[in-house]
């Protein structure tokens, strides 16, 4: 595994591969499963506590009115939002995509002198690449997220929203803390075991140092609150906090889309995250910070803006609902799809269901081809858009970027579309032939039972195996639908003139 998403395949391909991977799987299982058990308790606990009301769906409802309104007067809210944090003593940068958000970053540790910072969990720091592009200026970028340092450590990617090492078990970070703590700073000790309790001791042990040490902290956001002019993370183990408090110059990276209007905003989705993320009724830390306090944490605070392909997602009727997501990973928990390939397989630093539409959304589509088989890696099941938090109706969006594919690869010719997709664009082209004139069909319909013994005989070869391999084909019906509405008068003389 190389430390960066950049050239992976086609979703179907690294499927594929991760099938292959029984440790794998067995791990996801039981990650997803224990999560998706906890927070169905305390859904229903939310439930169970409102008398008389619908109670989590209330919530919902709360939660993605919120995220809606602030996505309707973005550009109000954005603009307020810098007001009242320039008020408050913070520089605002605004970056129209990765490469800019990367220059200002650069930029600030460059001014300071240092060679390393400290970061607390930031998706949207992975995807504008970050690490890499402090890394190519000669300054190192250490994680401080517990599951986070186990993907850096062992050279990996991260493959989960919540939990990026999720693919990993108790034996595989033992052995990775001991090979590679010694590498970039204090070794792990030499008698570690796999105890939970035992590898995060050696986890804050390799951290202490690196807090104390670094003058540059890097943060991203949950939420920004445009009436106040605060940033919000909430996480789990209080490395997050350290790394807000302890740097004299702190830089955070935040997506245009976290903005809410006011303060009262949080109230539900504070509520909705914890019980739908780690199945907590709320986090165990939620740091707030608002620019600069003469004598207290960081001295200089920087807040980059960040777009990157979210004003062409908000353009999207269907699919600017993703950008009310939460980062919760409700979704991926859920989703049989995830379950058994993992993050790994869909490319980028948004897996699962999200991050099917996500991406798409974010990078555009008809551009690239592992863009687009994203859309198709889901069997449109609907548990995603049941465990959303803010609604966000993913199976629409799927449905809707699926069209989009074929309508921007039209003329293209079906080599185009993937090995995969090629066999679907054949199939649909056939059966628009079929479909288009009633004596055709009636004349295809009279071999149904002809070709399927053929296809069950062919599914080995390789333009249908990739289609045929996973499904089982159905029986022959006995009769066609429009020999049964002749027969029975369309079910009015049901059972006579057998």
């Known amino acids: 595994m190389s430390g960066t998403f950049v050239g992976m395949p086609v979703f179907p391909t690294a499927a594929r591969e991760a099938l292959g991977n029984a440790q794998l799987r067995h791990n996801l299982a039981h990650a997803t499963g224990t999560i998706r058990g906890k927070r169905s308790r305390l859904v229903e606990e939310v439930t169970d506590s409102i008398t008389g009301d619908s109670g989590w769906e209330d919530l919902r409802l709360a939660g993605a009115g919120v995220k809606e309104a602030a996505l309707l007067g973005l550009e109000r809210e954005l603009l307020r939002l810098e007001e009242t944090l320039t008020a408050n003593g913070a520089t605002v940068h605004w970056a129209q995509d990765a490469a800019e958000a990367n220059r200002i970053v650069t930029g600030i540790a460059r001014r300071h002198g240092v060679d390393e910072v400290v970061k607390v969990k930031s998706m949207v720091t992975q995807e504008i690449g970050l690490n890499e592009a402090l890394a190519a200026e000669g300054i190192a970028a250490w994680e401080t997220d517990l599951a986070e340092l186990i993907v850096q450590l062992g050279d990996d990617l991260p493959s989960h929203i919540l939990v990026p090492a999720i693919h990993r078990n108790r034996a595989e970070v033992r052995e990775i803390f001991l090979r590679a703590m010694k590498e970039v700073g204090r070794p ?43 940033l919000v993370v909430v996480e789990s183990e209080g490395n997050g906090r350290m790394c807000l408090t ?48 003469p004598g207290d944490g960081p001295q200089e605070v920087h807040v980059v803006l960040l777009d990157n392909g979210r004003t062409n997602a908000l353009a999207d ?56 088989s994203l859309p198709y890696a889901s069997s449109l099941c609907g548990a995603c858009f049941e465990a959303c938090p803010v609604r966000i109706d993913i199976p629409s969006v799927l449905v809707d970027q699926r069209a989009q594919v074929v309508d921007a690869r039209r003329g293209h010719g079906v080599k185009s579309l ?13 059966a628009a032939v079929a479909l288009s004139d009633a004596r055709k069909l009636g004349f295809g319909e009279r071999f149904t039972r002809v070709g399927l013994g053929a296809a069950r005989r062919l599914g080995s070869l390789p333009v249908l195996s990739k289609w045929a391999g996973a499904r089982d084909l159905p029986p022959a019906p006995p009769e066609s639908f429009r020999s049964w509405w002749e027969r029975t008068d369309g079910g009015r003389s049901e059972g006579e003139g057998r």
Not at 200 to 215: C, D, I, Q, T, V
């Open 246 to 293: 302890l740097p004299e110059v702190l830089v955070s990276v935040v997506g245009i889309e976290k903005v809410v209007s006011q303060w009262e905003d949080l109230d539900p989705l504070l509520r909705l995250l914890p019980r739908s993320s780690t199945g907590e009724r709320m986090n165990p830390y939620t740091s707030t910070w608002s620019g600069v306090t």
């Open 317 to 372: 009727r269907t699919g600017r609902q993703a950008l009310r997501c939460i980062r919760c990973s409700a979704c991926l928990n859920v989703c049989p799809v995830y379950e058994r390939t993992g993050g790994h397989a869909y490319g980028s630093v948004y897996p699962g269901p999200i991050g099917a539409i996500l991406n798409p959304l974010l990078k555009g589509i008809g551009t690239d081809e592992q863009v687009d």
């Open 188 to 230: 792990a000790p030499e008698d570690l075991t796999d105890e939970p309790a035992v590898l995060a001791a050696a986890a804050r042990e390799h951290l202490r140092e690196k807090f104390l040490r670094a003058k540059v902290g890097v943060s991203g956001a949950n939420f920004a609150v445009a009436e106040t002019g605060t």
């Open 418 to 430: 993937g090995s995969g997709h090629a066999a679907e664009a054949i199939a649909f082209k056939g």
